[in-house]
């Protein structure tokens, strides 16, 4: 317990200052996530307390307080992690003490510890969060956002974009450990992997044309541009995947070199295009993933939410798929499914059976991933009439935020 004793100009003289006594430190384990702070042993001299005010100063940003204008407040839905909560007593005359505790929450004993990894942005600074803990990766003010988390080891790499469209500004680049590599301006990054020394990213480029240019889907090994298209038509890659010596890059290309054409989804083994999709439909894939020999890639064609598994569709329901994930036997999809505005119902199915994460909102599910027998899945929410949003994730369903002012796109969970 710290005390801090604040001095302050006293226009009555006889008024003595207050003494805060936020309580003694406590220590939980989880899955109890919920604590009961106790000021009553605050005094002040003249009896003359007349408010008590708790605030969190560090920690996990999941949390919410229960009376925290009282001397007695309770704070659920914490993490695991260490807190800090100050508590402020005034009294009559002005006069005000402040004491701090420290609340630390364990992880579950009976479960594997897990580190949760999130990738995205918070008031336009790209960003990660480890366990809740937001971690800043540049000092840009505006534009660029984490698209893509990649852990191996004790090294995180993110990925990301700037995408300007008012200034008609985007560039590519990763983070590892927080140090910059930009890939290139005119450019834009979806998707990191990591094996040994090799960095991967997927995403796409602006290359010159006669009459101004073209989207040009490909990926960066070590910094060097691979193509996947030959540019005569608009392009990107959102996701890749390496599976043995191989390198499965998810995406989509115009049907045609005429504006508004549509999509043809479709994904690349090495390079050499195969599709999922024709001409006739407009389709994006969004997510790949390759157990043996089976090939899955998540997207939409035609307003309708599906997945692909060695090339045959398998229909979900209206909606977009963001993310896919296979755990033996069992098809995990993340999505949304957008109702109008402030409406968009975010998602995942297992198996094809759907499980809604909200409901009267506008949220969005960007990427999903599964450990043991918990489903995970990042994403965010838009607040209407302010129009500010909430980056946060879900845990079987449990939401857990991560910011007032940003969006999640990428969650992987680790050892």
Known sequence: MDTIQISVNNTNPSNRPPLSNAGPDQTVNLPTSTVNLDGRASTDPDNNITNYSWSKISG???????????????????????????????????????????????????????????????????AYWKNGQMMQLDNISYGFTGTSIAVVGNDIYVAGTKNELMRNDYSAKYWKNGQAVLLGDAAGASSIVVRGVDVYVA????????????????????????????????????????????????????ASSMPYSNYIAKYWKNGVAVLLTSASSDAVANSITVVGNDVYVAGYENGIAKYWKNGQDVSLSQGIATSIVVVGSDVYVAGYHHQGQGNSIAKYWKNGQEVTLTSGSEAFATSIAVFGSDVYVAGFEINFPSFTYTAKYWKNGQAIPLSSGGIATSIVVVN
Do not use: H, R
């Not at 807190?83 to 992880?107: C, H, I, R, S, W």
């Open 60 to 126: 996990p940003s999941s949390y919410n307080f229960a009376n925290a204008n009282a001397a007695q407040a309770q704070v659920t839905n914490l993490v695991a992690g260490e807190y800090k909560f100050e508590l402020n007593v005034t009294d009559a005359g002005g006069l005000f003490d402040k004491d701090t505790m420290q609340v630390t929450v364990n992880p579950d004993p009976n479960n594997p510890v897990v580190n949760v990894y999130v990738a995205g942005m918070e008031n336009n600074l790209p």
């Open 203 to 254: 995403g796409w480029k602006w290359v010159p044309t006669g009459s101004g240019a073209i989207a040009v889907a490909n990926y960066w090994k070590n910094g060097q541009a691979v193509s996947l298209s030959d540019g005569t038509k608009e392009a990107y890659a959102n996701c890749m995947i390496l599976s043995g010596s191989d390198i499965y890059v998810a995406g989509q290309e115009a």
